[in-house]
């Protein structure tokens, strides 16, 4: 049986000599497992649709419920972002979050979606890398079914919140800080303002905001350890990522 789809190359793993395992991330048919025989072959006709973070058409064929790439078309290869190693680098973690989010034969075309927006943001908007980081580890939180609750003090409601729990994915006011256990950090109100932005927004707008230096660094920070305490695991792509900012 032959299955056409639209997929992002999340991860490329060698088989043997010849060939390679690719993950793809559909949007109909959720995350996919597929062989790419002759893939490390030299001069081979996948190489450039089968390369990580390429987004292409792949003809896939079933056998023994394995599927084999019959055939596969290139439809962007940001190549920007393989020029710069720091953007590479953001962008393959965001292969590895989509990849630990996504499950296989389960349609997810939101998380497909918001992947290749933040690789487009990354590369075509001019947009900071931690805006971007930021944006996409808050949507991929949501996505994920771990929304917070933005809508005040999750305890008495007061309008004015200072601190967000982060395991519990709520805002706390100073009076009710006890009421939570976990880690919370610290959220001003220009702070606030972005993240229920960024989780309310509608998707086309994603990443249309502005922020000042000094929030977004902290935004970058919280929206970090939301996603990564809500995973309950950290990701090997994003301390290489952060190792470069050293």
């Known amino acids: ?21 690719l993950t793809l991330l559909t949007q109909e048919n959720g995350k996919l497992t597929v062989k790419a ?25 079933e056998y023994r419920g ?32 989509a990849e630990v989010i996504s499950q296989e034969d389960l349609p997810n075309p939101e998380l497909l979606s918001l992947v290749l927006n933040s690789l487009f943001a990354l590369t075509r908007l001019g947009l900071p890398e931690q805006q971007v980081k930021a944006v996409f580890e ?13 809508f005040g003090c999750h305890v008495c409601g ?24 976990g880690i919370r950090i610290p959220i001003n109100p220009g702070m606030l303002d ?11 707008k994603l990443f249309s905001f502005s922020i000042g230096n000094e929030n977004l660094d902290q935004l970058s920070s ?16 994003l301390d290489f990522y952060k190792s470069l900012l050293i």
Not at 72 to 87: C, G, P, Q, V
């Open 194 to 204: 972005a993240i229920r932005y960024i989780v309310y927004c509608d998707s086309k």
């Open 158 to 181: 007061n309008q004015s919140p200072t601190l967000f729990d982060l395991s519990g994915g709520a805002l706390l006011c100073q009076n009710c800080r006890a009421a939570a256990s």
């Open 66 to 97: 394995m599927y084999t790439i019959n055939e596969a078309h290139s439809i962007e290869l940001f190549r920007d972002l393989r020029r710069d190693l720091m953007k590479l680098s953001l962008g393959t973690y965001f292969a590895q979050a």
């Open 222 to 237: 919280l929206s970090e350890a939301y996603l990564t305490t809500q995973l309950e695991r950290g990701f090997s792509t």
């Open 138 to 150: 808050l949507r991929a939180a949501c996505i994920a079914g771990y929304t917070p609750d933005l």
């Open 37 to 61: 025989r002759g893939l490390r072959r030299k001069n081979s006709p996948l190489v450039a649709p089968c390369q990580l973070l390429a987004y292409g058409e792949f003809t896939l064929f």
């Open 1 to 21: 049986m032959y299955l056409t789809v639209k997929a992002l190359v999340l991860r490329v793993t060698d088989y043997n000599d010849r060939d390679a395992l």
